[in-house]
């Protein structure tokens, strides 16, 4: 069956770093778009990154652009978003989705989310 399972959240201090990973099983990362998106409490869901399908192209959100990294590992089946620089209105839970492209409707499959909590 289709899964995705985040990993890699925890408490970091301000100015740190969190590599947050996104494990796929029962289709191949390979070949669909996997975003990154994050909820914070009484806030909407925002999409942080997104990674396409085999030309490996990659968006940012303004607010993480030039502070997160994201990349596939198509060997390992994963999808990683590596967070530099972390301020604390970067606290959110952060799911993996899986889709047929960058867009914000074209999400299949989603993990149930990794807690990132920057306080110092």
């Known amino acids: 069956q289709v899964q995705l399972v985040e990993s890699g959240g925890g408490l970091v201090q301000p100015g740190g770093s969190l590599r947050l990973s996104c494990a796929a099983s029962g289709f191949s990362v390979e070949y669909y778009a996997i975003g990154w998106f994050r909820q914070a409490p009484g806030k909407e869901r925002e999409g942080v990154s997104c990674?396409?399908?085999?030309?490996?192209?990659?968006h940012y959100s303004d607010s993480v652009k030039g502070r997160f990294t994201i990349s596939r590992d198509n060997a390992k089946n994963t999808v990683y978003l590596e967070m530099n620089s972390l301020k604390p209105e970067d606290t959110s839970i952060y799911f993996c989705a899986a889709g047929a492209a960058c867009t914000i409707d074209a999400y299949d499959y989603w993990g149930q989310g990794t807690q990132d909590t920057v306080s110092s």
């Open positions: 990674i396409s399908s085999v030309i490996n192209m990659t």
